[in-house]
């Protein structure tokens, strides 16, 4: 359980600008600007994603604005255009993989495991032309209310106790673990809200109702208190559920950040032996200003999801089981499936899939994976045409 792309890594000493950081009004800072943001309190080292990989000098904001008044308009917009198209693509435009990807991660009955993106792309075609678009993107509202709650508790807890939401850039161990801690509690709390936005994800839209924004709320809150939709003698405890939920949220958050921080280095020394010519200055400041955060983003995204994959498939069975949750079969993109598991605990889980599928069994819908950031890779690099095309003709 965790957001869908890394925190800006704010958490193992690098806190860049980032692209949420930049609204349609925003431009890439100058020097001093920089510097007196970055060197503040001494947390940040003195690399930020608002700044070109080739140096920031004194007169880099005549740079990037010396197409005239329109390229440092597009300029001031490109941030926002490139994050806005970057964060549509991870929500929105991913979210039907995201639904098969759970979907055949909790279905047990599956003799199609879907591992290469072909036979993936085909029962999404039979889902939506037996059910309909809505099919796939059922569940949507909830992963951002779930998204809203995580941040949300996340910023209450470091309110009210010492656990740091950030380290600078002069860290020690015990910060490092105190802010681990904070991230297992913060996901350990949204954890039932998590739960009720997984089952609105793989529940077939052929036996679902209508269900309201806020049901996960308050299935969420049923779900702690025992009231609500009422489930079977399966359905295992939240305490059962503490474990493999921290577990696989802290890690995906560790290694989402050691592997940003890993390609934000080797950008930044790649672009800093190759420098803008003065013809190209306004257009390669302005990728180099950008981009390089929404790759890095990526690539931890991608390594974090493709190494915890066999654990998601755990949490999610588990988290499942004794829901009384109808899904799609996933074999034919037609009819419908119970899910009845008898887990009793995550390595009773692990040992089953493991003696009953195989080892293959973990990593059931894997190809939804790979079209998710097949297509993210395509629109990040339409944009960059995009952009590249229309500062060229400005300038």
């Known amino acids: 359980m965790h957001p869908r792309r890394p925190d800006g890594f704010d958490g193992l000493g690098y806190r860049g600008v980032g692209r949420d950081d930049l609204g349609p009004g925003s431009r890439p800072f100058g020097g001093s600007e920089l510097a007196a943001i970055l060197h503040w309190g001494e947390k940040t080292p003195p690399y930020g994603a608002g700044t ?36 549509f693509t991870e929500n929105v435009l991913a979210h039907p993989c995201i639904v098969l990807r759970r979907q055949c991660q909790v279905n047990y ?93 793989v529940q077939s839209e ?49 290694i989402s950040s050691i592997v940003q921080k890993l390609v934000l280095f080797v950008l930044k020394r790649d672009n800093s032996h ?23 983003s990526f690539a931890a995204s991608l390594c974090a999801d493709v190494m915890l994959y066999p654990l998601e498939t755990v949490l999610h069975r588990l988290h499942i089981q004794g829901t009384r949750t109808i899904i799609d079969n996933t074999d034919l993109g037609y009819e419908v499936l119970p899910i009845n598991t008898q887990y009793e605990g995550m390595k009773d889980c692990i040992n089953t899939i493991k003696r009953e599928e195989g080892m293959q069994g973990f990593y059931k819908g894997f190809g939804a994976v790979i079209v998710q950031y097949t297509l993210h890779v395509a629109v990040l690099q339409l944009t960059k045409i995009i952009y590249s095309t229309l500062l060229q003709n400005v300038s």
């Not at 059910?131 to 992963?143: E, V, Y």
């Not at 991230?183 to 809200?193: A, E, N």
């Not at 969420?220 to 405890?237: C, D, E, N, Q, T």
């Open 206 to 254: 052929i036996i679902r109702d209508n269900p309201g924004i806020l049901d996960c709320v308050k299935e969420g809150i049923g779900r702690v208190v025992g009231l609500g939709v009422p489930h079977s003698k399966r359905l295992l405890p939240l305490m059962v559920l503490i474990f493999p939920t921290a577990l696989h949220g802290v890690l995906h958050y560790v």
């Open 109 to 201: 009955h599956a003799r199609n495991y879907h591992l290469t993106p072909f036979t993936i792309v085909n029962i999404m075609y039979c889902i939506n032309k037996t059910q309909g678009p809505r099919a796939l993107w059922k569940g949507m509202g909830s992963t951002f209310i779930v998204q809203g709650i995580t941040l949300g508790t996340e910023g209450i807890i470091s309110e009210f106790t010492p656990l740091p939401r950030e380290l600078s850039h002069k860290w020690n161990f015990k910060q490092i673990g105190g802010h681990l801690l904070l991230k297992g509690l913060t996901h350990v709390i949204s954890m039932p809200f998590y739960s009720a936005s997984l089952i609105e994800t």
């Open 52 to 87: 070109p990989l080739g140096g920031a000098g004194p007169n880099e904001e005549a740079n990037i604005g010396a197409g005239g008044p329109g390229a440092e308009q597009l300029n001031r917009f490109a941030g926002f255009g490139i994050g806005l198209a970057s964060l």
């Open 274 to 296: 190759n420098l803008p010519t003065e013809s190209s200055t306004s257009v390669q400041s302005m990728l180099d200003a950008y981009f390089p955060e929404l790759i890095a």
